[in-house]
Each structure stands twice: as C-alpha cells, then as structure tokens.
C-alpha cells in the first residue's frame, strides 16, 4: 500500500474515532462508585465517564457518586445518584428539551453544600428536596417554566425543601405546585419570575428580586408567603406585584430600588425588626406593622389604613412620612408605639416634623418616645390634627434683662442664661447712636456672663441680648 493511502486510511479512522468520542452516548452503570472513577465497572464500562453530550442509565441496586463536579444530559433508571459534600451536578438536559433527572427513582441531595445545576429545562427537574439548587436556562430566549405540581406518576405533587440557597437565572418561571421551603437565601436574576400561587412560599434568608426579575402570587386566597430575611428589589427588576394577598410577610428589611405595586387589598406584613428604605418611595395598598421598623422612605398607601401593633422609628434628620390617600376613605388610625431619634441639628423652637399625612387621623400610640429638647422647648403633639410633632418655647413671655458691672478697664455684662436659654450678646460700633443696623456676634456663647475691655478712646459701643 502506498504512503498515501496510509494516511488516508489513517486520518479517516481518526476522524470516525473523533466523532465517535464526541457525539451523544447512553451510558449504563455497571456497578456502583464514585462519578469521576475510570476503574471499569466501578461504575462505568470501561471506566468511560458520562460528559456534557451524554446521558446515564443507573439501574438498581448500583449507587453512583457525584464526587466532585459531574455534567451531563439527563439521568434515568431505578437506581440512586447520591451527591458528596460539596460536590455539584449539572443536567443540561438533551437536545430535545424533554429529560432531566424526573426518571431517576433515588437523587440524594442531602450532604452539606452540594449543588445541583439545571442549565436546560427545568420542566424535568425532579421535585424532591435539594441542598442548593439552581435552574439556569441557557438553552433558549424563550420562557420556560417549573411547576412542582403534578405532571405526572413519574413526577408528582411534593412539597420541596431547599436546605441552602436557591438562584434562578434566565427567562424561567417557577410555578409553585406545592408548598416550597428555602432554608437559605432566593435569588431571581435576568428575567426570572416566581408564582407562588395556591401554595405556601418560606424563605428564611434574604430574597432578592434582580435585574428583570418579577415575583408575584396570582391567588393571594391561597397559601402564605413568608420572608425571614431582607427582601431587597433592584433598580433593574420588573418588580413585586403584592396584589390581593394579605399574606407576603418579611421579617427584615425591605429595600426597594425597583418597583412595588399592589391593588386591592395587597399588602405587606413586618413582622421583625429591620428598614423600610430603598432609592424608591414605596407605595402599596396598605400594610401591617407587628415589628420594630425604621422608616426610611415614604410609604404612601393607596387603600385601607395601615396595621400598627409593632413599633415605628422615624429619624428627624429625614423627611420620610407614611401617607394615606384620600381615596382609602378612611382616618390613619394610630396604634402600638412611636420611637422618634434625631440624627440632626438640634430642633429649636418653631421646628415642625410631619411624619404622617391623611385626610385625617385617629386613635393614638400606646408609647411614644421623642428626642430630648434643650431647656426652654417643649414638644407639641399634632399628630391628631395633622400627623406632625412641633417645637415650642417654654421660657418666660419677657426678655432677659442686662446687668451691668465694671472692675477697672473690664466691662462684664450678664444675665439669666438658665431660665432665658439660647441668648448671646450682640454688639454695634455706632457714634450716631443705636439706630443702627450692623449689630454682630461678640462671641459670648449662649452661657452668662461676657466680659469685655473697655476702650476709652474708640466710639461708643453698644451691646444687647438676642436670640435667634
């Protein structure tokens, strides 16, 4: 055989042995063992571990173990895929967009801190419980969805619970079909959406609703959903759609630099301690304080009056109020206690700090607790008249009266400075008299007395009490 030919013989194998190696193949377990082993049989035949392009076949009793990080197509069979501490599986799901780990009779996901990927369609994600899960839907720009309702035998109604954190990546909705429990941290990014219609969502760390992200509940009759940590929502998220559910409860805080709507009677329970703030002003339809909240934006609602049984914190420092529409049809009606702190100047007297706005306003606090005033001021609760608090004077209706004392070349001036508080003295250089208009600050302070040097042969000097 010529050279030639050889090689062209060679090369022809070599590719047929390429695309043998690179096309999708069905591979069967033959016995149990670790995911990545090459020991043939132990669990692969002919040591030849599944990849991206395969999918896997573990029929009873064989146990294979995720031992590190494993990709694959689907998995199927009756037997069990147990996942290592730590270790991480993606099922990027086939070709034709229908197989995941659904066919699968045991997937053990409780070791501490594995992962379990589904970067194709999570429509055949297997409902059971997961330590951290993941769906990510890199396989089309059209939205897929996961429902952990019934589908069918194979995959039926069960209520899941996600030991650690649950992220939601791309155009995917999640329907809840059954209660879901995340233990850990929900996170929704770039296009995804959450239903929790009919059933009950609990996640007990923090939940963020991320760029072009959407949650909402369709049937707020149904089922309750509880946020044991902070909620926050992005400038870049669709939003939080509390329509008609009396139920979405959060037990930290709130920051809202997106978009909250609501109808009806939708509203949002705090059941903790924590912030209502955000770059966004928040307006919903109502809402239940049972906490200790700081309000650090305004909360306008739009048709019932809110729920007080907890504790309200307003900073004087900020202009956040709690506004309640004329539309509502109904007074603000004040209850549980009022906790007012002051991060600014120093209120004086004629200050107003409106904290509520109303068509008007009834009840009251069972305690309401305000920033100390310097000697002299008093607080004025509006709160009935018009949901603000105003600082008085309490000091005596006539001035302060001078006196005057000299030792030698020192001129002291002094006065009541405990019961005339905030007065200092002034001073004009004026030959023509005291008609005139330039009176300054002598730098005496607000304390008496103030002396001064007498200079005998300037113009005359003439001093007075003043307060601003």
């Known amino acids: 055989m010529k050279t030639k030919q050889i090689l062209a013989i060679l090369t022809v194998v070599s590719l047929f042995a390429f695309a043998s190696i690179s096309r999708a193949v069905d591979i069967v377990a033959t016995g149990s063992g670790n995911w990545t082993s090459t020991v043939p049989d132990a669990p692969w035949p002919g040591g030849i571990v599944p990849g991206t392009n395969d999918d896997a076949d573990i029929e009873a ?23 290592a501490p730590g270790s991480t599986l993606n099922v990027v799901g086939d070709p034709a967009g229908a197989n995941g780990t659904y066919q699968l009779t045991n997937l053990d996901t409780s070791a501490a801190g594995n992962s379990v990927i589904y970067s194709g369609n999570p429509f055949w ?24 309702g019934l589908v069918n035998s194979q995959d039926p109604s069960v209520p899941m619970t996600i030991a650690g954190d649950m992220t939601v990546v791309g155009k995917i909705k999640v329907q809840q079909g059954d209660d879901i429990t995340i233990n850990g941290n929900l996170t929704l990014n770039t296009n995804a959406q959450w239903d929790c219609s009919l059933t009950n969502l609990i996640v007990m760390g923090n939940t963020t609703v991320g760029t072009g992200a959407l949650l909402l509940d369709l049937d707020g009759a149904n089922g309750t959903n509880y946020f044991g ?30 978009t909250i709507v609501g109808k009806g009677y939708g509203s949002i329970s705090f059941v903790g301690t924590g912030n209502i703030t955000g770059s966004k002003p928040l307006k919903i339809p109502t809402m239940t304080v049972n906490g200790t909240y700081m309000i650090g934006t305004t909360i306008t609602l739009i048709t019932n009056t809110p729920t007080l049984n907890g504790t309200l914190v307003f900073d004087l420092a900020n202009t956040n109020e709690i506004v309640l529409l004329t539309n509502a049809g109904t007074p603000l009606f004040y209850s ?16 107003s700090y409106k904290l509520f706005n109303a068509p008007s306003y009834g009840g009251a606090f069972a305690s309401t607790n305000l920033p100390s005033l310097a000697s002299g001021l008093a607080w004025v609760d509006n709160t009935l008249v018009n949901g603000s608090f105003a ?17 030698g070349g020192l001129l002291t001036l002094s006065w009541d400075s405990t019961n005339f508080p905030g007065y200092s003295v002034q001073a004009l250089t004026n030959s023509a008299g005291i008609a005139g208009t330039n009176w300054g600050a002598t730098g005496s302070g607000t304390n008496s007395p103030y002396s001064v040097a007498i200079n005998s042969s300037g113009p005359p000097v003439f001093f007075r009490l003043s307060k601003p």
């Open 125 to 148: 994600a297997k409902h059971q419980d997961y330590y951290n899960l993941v769906f990510s839907n890199t396989v089309t720009t059209n939205m897929i969805d996961f429902y952990n």
């Open 391 to 407: 600082v008085a004077s309490t000091g005596p209706s006539t001035p302060p009266t001078i006196l005057i004392s000299r030792s």
């Open 61 to 83: 009793p064989f146990n294979v173990t995720v031992d590190s990080t494993a990709s694959v197509q689907f998995i199927y069979g009756s037997g069990t895929v147990t996942m």
């Open 229 to 258: 940590g902070s909620v926050t929502v992005s400038a870049g998220a669709i939003g939080w759609n509390v329509s008609d559910v009396i139920t979405w409860s959060i037990g930290g805080s709130l920051t809202n630099n997106g």
């Open 336 to 351: 549980g206690a009022l906790n007012v702190i002051n991060s600014g100047p120093a209120p004086v007297a004629g200050n």
